[in-house]
Every structure is written in structure tokens, then in C-alpha cells.
């Protein structure tokens, strides 16, 4: 089970950076332009933090953040607020009762991870573990190793980040350029075909291992024709 975040930025080249950044840390992100959007989305399905922004159109972060708070149903739910510098601090101090943490604009993105990852180890602990289990396979993040139906399975360095970035987003599709992106980096050129052979990889070694029985060896990589691959949780 990945850790989930709403954006709720108007700012679309901020709000893409902000997704490209969490999600190459395992994060699910969702994205919503509104205050409107957002309340949807978070009724649907309620993420574990909330990435506000405080000059939103229509109705404005701070409003936002009072309404969620009264719900039941997102009261609980972390929010770090985004603020423009100049916009009165001490405001932002004052309705810091309402969010949870606040960052100011321009801020790093090193900074921003290092606030969300400070606020979920206060908020919900359980969710930072450093086991990623999904179906019958758990990936320890901290000691690099892989069980499949509890026995030992040997990865390279990147079908392993392969099966990290698929186990932190069970069941999407991801296309061929995503999971370059977030396995070898935006910046590195390297074929789409190249991605084909760690998956081949990664499929033999989840499945053709001999301490597994049969009914174990079952392939929980798919291919999307023409979109690309999606993990799915096999018990
Ligand atoms: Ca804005």
C-alpha cells in the first residue's frame, strides 16, 4: 500500500514538478487545479496528506482548510499549506492551528519532502514502514531484500527499483517512458526496448525460482498492449 497525496495547486508547472517529484518517491499523487475538485477527490478517496495551496481561484486555501477541518471524514487528514512569500506570515502563523505545516514559495523540493516525510512520521508512523508487502511479495526497502510467498528472491539493482516503483502503485499502468523516468532517472537516454528486457528480467525472477512452487510462480507483471505494464497483487 503506497502513501497518497492531493495537490491542490492552480500553478500547473508547480503542481507537475511537485507529482514528478513524489511520485519518484513512491507516493500516489492525485492532482486538483480547485477547491471544488479537490473536495471531490478528497471524498473519494481520502489521501494520507494534503499539499495546499493558499491562492487557489474561487475559494482560497485557508477557506479550504477550515472546511476540511470540520468534516469528519477529512479532519484528520494532514496539511502543509503552500504560501507565496510576502503573503502576511503572521497570518500563515495563525491559521498554522488549522494546517499542520506550512512551506513558502519558492521553496525546495528537498525541503518540501523532508517537511511531508516529518509530517507523516508524527501524523501516521505505519505508513512510513520500510516494507512495501503487496500479494505475496515484500520488498524491504532498508535491508534490499525481496520475498516472494516468504523465500529469498535475488534482483538487480534495476529490476529492483522497478519492482519498488510497481509495488508503491499497485494495479496502475505505467508506460514505458514513466518507468524511466522514475527507475533511471528523467535525464538518462536510453531505449524504451531497454526497459522491456529488465521487466523480462524481473518476471523471470519472480518467477522461475525454484524454492517456489508451482502455484507460486504466477506472473504478476501485465502488459498493457500499447500503454506498457501494471503490477497486480497475486496471493
Ligand atoms: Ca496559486
Redesign the pocket.
Known sequence: MSVSILIV???EDLATLLRYNLEAKGFEVFEASDGELATQLLQENPPDLILL????PQISGIELCRRWRKDKKTSSIPIIMLT?RGEETDRVRGFATGADDYVVKPFSVLELLARIDALLRRTSPKLLSSKIIAGDIELDRENFRVLRAGKEIHLGPKEYRLLEFFMSHVGRVHSREKLLNNVWGADVYIDDRTVDVHIARLRKSLTENKSLTKDKQVDPIRTVRGAGYAFDEKF
Not at 495551496?53 to 487557489?56: E, G, H, N, T
Open positions: 495547486e492552480d500553478e495551496d493558499w491562492m487557489l507565496a
